[in-house]
């Protein structure tokens, strides 16, 4: 009898040991998967806030230099428009590439609208640039625009603290924000469209 209850005991030792080990290598496998597409998806797993979610509601944070290569890869992706307010835009080789990018897009047919700082003396530039090119610009003369932000295509909504300066691109520490959830970008949208028509 004290035979049997040994072997019970020990079956059941084993059983809870197993089922540990199990459980254990289901949690390791769970927390590889969701490392590797972070790494896949981001390049810096540190880049992601929402562990679990999907592309649909997924924000990246984009740090420093990262803003400019993700902001010039979705210019460059895009496929029907692109709405920005930005307070400055101050023409160096960075921004240039930018501007030639907003160029090469609206030379495929996507539609771009731009709202910038009129106060902002190189604004101005930046307006006869893009203005020779077609691409329809306002400058807001109410002191009030201080936003930088960029909505790609009804898809992608980039805000930040990223002015387009060299200093703001590649020598600042800055902090924007991709945001893929289709609510808040139908918001900002609408947030967009009343600033662009309260605007001569």
């Known amino acids: 009898m004290a035979l ?27 927390k590889f998967k969701i ?13 992601v806030i929402e562990e679990n979610s999907t592309d649909q509601d997924r924000i990246s944070i984009l740090n420093d230099e990262k803003y400019y290569y993700h902001v010039l890869n979705a210019i460059s992706s895009a496929k029907r428009e692109i709405d920005i307010i930005m307070f400055s835009i101050y023409k160096c080789k960075k921004t240039e590439e930018l501007l030639n990018e907003l160029i090469n897009a609206r030379k495929r047919g996507v539609f771009i ?8 003396d190189s604004n101005k530039e930046v307006k006869n640039i893009l203005g ?5 610009i306002k400058l807001a003369d109410d002191r009030r625009i201080h936003n930088k932000l960029i ?5 992608i909504l980039i805000v930040g603290s990223h002015n387009w300066t060299d200093k703001a691109l590649f020598g600042n520490r800055e902090s924007s ?3 893929r959830d289709k609510n808040t970008i139908k918001k900002m949208k ?7 028509c309260s605007l001569k």
Do not use: A, C, H, Q
Not at 6 to 26: P, Q, R, T, Y
Not at 35 to 47: A, G, Q
Not at 113 to 120: E, F, G, M, Y
Not at 190 to 196: A, H, I, M, Q, T
């Open 4 to 30: 049997i209850l040994n072997n019970s005991i020990l079956i059941g030792v084993f059983l809870l040991l197993l089922i540990f080990i199990l459980l254990s290598n289901f949690i390791m496998l769970k």
């Open 151 to 155: 909505i790609i295509d009804k898809d």
């Open 177 to 179: 924000v991709v945001i």
């Open 35 to 47: 490392l590797y597409n972070n790494i896949i998806t981001n390049n810096n797993n540190d880049d």
């Open 113 to 120: 609208r731009i709202i910038l700082d009129k106060d902002v």
């Open 132 to 136: 020779s090119e077609k691409i329809p």
């Open 190 to 196: 609408r947030y967009f469209e009343s600033v662009w």
